[in-house]
């Protein structure tokens, strides 16, 4: 049986992948990122049991990451450029833990600015063409969207810049002669740790049929259409203070007065589904216990 490389097997587990992040503005892309990439430095025991930095971009990733998650320094906002190949490409590499046989691979991504969602709602796409280019150029896709301000506004202008993107790569991925159906696509939503959310994170599909509607729509008739790989997951970069839920979250304000969310406790920082998304994307396993690790 010929396998596509999203359904490898366990044994086979080596060598890369290249996904493509897209998420709107303030969604929480830099914070999970930086969460991945520093998470195994601080905590041995997650499904992760190291994470290598494979280039300098990565490494000086890492070092700003280590604020963010170790002082509660707030995350900036990622500026946004019209050239996406002068964007750093974060490579690295996840060794994962002696219960998945510490099997490794290496993934690479860029962290992209949410003012490109912004675009993609405008369906403004001209402007956006080299960006469509590298998206229909990866093996998958990582679309982060913040499940906590669940206004029906909101879900409109999700679905709105989610129907512009899958009319956008549907036509790349055909005039490049790449089958729609070998590109997995994983739905992740932040800040899962924050009430509203944290019930609901094993039952996800409840959670968007409830609260994002026009959104939950719109990927069931991506899904159907491409009969592509889709998959729902929950994140937190911040995670919950130790076993009674709270969120590991203060507010504070920005010094042009917008109230932006901080690690509170730097020492209780467990952040949970990172791994789960990026496992799924490369492997097309779905693991129960990756949902719910920290790492
Ligand atoms: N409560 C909570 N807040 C978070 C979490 N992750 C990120 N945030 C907050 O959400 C805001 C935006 O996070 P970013 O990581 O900068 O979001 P982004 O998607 O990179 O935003 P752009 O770069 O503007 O596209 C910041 O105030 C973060 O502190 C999380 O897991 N929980
Ligand atoms: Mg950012």
Known sequence: ?????????????????????????????????????????VRKNSSIESITPLNDATQNFIDKAENILKRGDRVAGTDY???????????????????????EFEITCKDFAGELFTKLQNKNITAIETY?????????????LEGTLSTQDQDIR????????????????????????????AIVWSKAEMSGMWNYRRRIPKFMNKKYLQTEQLLLRW??????????????????????????????????????GVIDDTELWQP?????????????QDIAELRDLEG
């Open 272 to 284: 949970f589904g990172l791994i789960a998304p990026i496992y799924w994307l490369y492997t097309g």
């Open 158 to 185: 999700y679905a709105q810049g989610l129907a512009n993107l899958e009319s956008a790569l549907k036509s790349r991925l055909r005039s490049k002669k790449k089958s729609l159906s070998n590109y997995p696509i």
């Open 1 to 41: 049986m010929m396998l596509s490389p999203f359904q490898r097997q366990k044994e086979e587990l080596s060598g890369s992948t290249e996904f493509r992040m897209i998420g709107p503005r303030s969604s929480g892309k830099t914070a999970y990122l930086a969460a991945l990439a520093y998470w195994s430095q």
């Open 223 to 260: 899904k159907r259409e491409w009969r592509c790989p889709m998959n729902y997951f929950f994140c937190s970069a911040f995670g919950v203070k130790g076993d009674d839920a709270t969120p590991n979250v203060r507010p504070e304000k920005r010094p042009d007065g917008v109230t932006v």
């Open 132 to 144: 469509l280019e590298e998206y229909a150029q990866a093996s998958g896709l990582f679309i982060m």
């Open 81 to 103: 450029t019209d050239n996406p190949e002068s964007i750093p490409e974060y490579e690295i590499k996840i060794t994962m833990n002696a219960e998945f046989n510490h099997q």
